[in-house]
């Protein structure tokens, strides 16, 4: 049965000097606050994200649960997983900025499964995690799988 996810945003102000926030259904996020000088700039100085941010999130944990299964399912033993994605935003060769890349950076402690294996598996994940397919034909999908 599908399941439905929420987040509610606000914005004050124009877009180089307004300020907003970001709050889900769940609570996780309470008011996270974003701006488009976090989201040009990326520092994550002011404490603030961006709806980058947040994709980052997302896609570096859809693709841990994809990556688990398919690595249980070979016959590894998970020990744990680190996932890192960064997505890049900026000038889209079509002209306007938008999200360019996410590129997912791997290392996996999974005993009982050699590196080629690790690399295959990680690779179907990429291409078959939700948010990958949710994105795909839209923003480039790296991996690098970290040995």
Known sequence: MPTSHEATARWEGDLA???GNVTTKSGVLKSAGSSWKERTEGT???GLTSPEELLAAAHASCFSMAFAARLAKA???VRSL???ARVTFGSAPS???GVLESALRVKADAPGIDAAKIKELAEDAKANCPI???IANNVAVTL???G
Request: aromatic share 0%; no cysteine; net charge negative.
């Open 17 to 19: 000097t307004g300020k």
């Open 44 to 46: 994550g100085s002011e």
């Open 75 to 77: 016959g590894a033993t």
């Open 82 to 84: 680190e996932i890192t």
């Open 95 to 97: 002209g306007g900025n």
């Open 132 to 134: 990958s397919k949710a």
């Open 144 to 146: 690098e799988v970290l």
